[in-house]
């Protein structure tokens, strides 16, 4: 292998991994971002619930 061979593989392994990379923080991103939704609809749910306690309890 000459020295442009080697330099050509190690580009490449490179550029596999900055993809591979990529892929992996948009999965985590994405995870994220489930979750960020998840809570919040919890939350709307929880107010929803105080919402409907609290009016039961001044009647």
């Not at 591979?20 to 709307?44: H, L, T």
Request: aromatic share 4%.
């Amino acid at each position: 292998m000459t020295v442009g061979e080697v330099l050509a593989a190690v580009a490449v392994m490179i550029i596999a991994l900055e993809l591979w990379m990529g892929r992996q923080a948009r999965i985590v991103f994405e995870e994220v971002q489930a979750r960020r939704i998840a809570m919040e609809a919890e939350d709307r749910a929880d107010e929803e619930r105080m919402r409907r306690g609290s009016s039961r309890c001044v009647r």
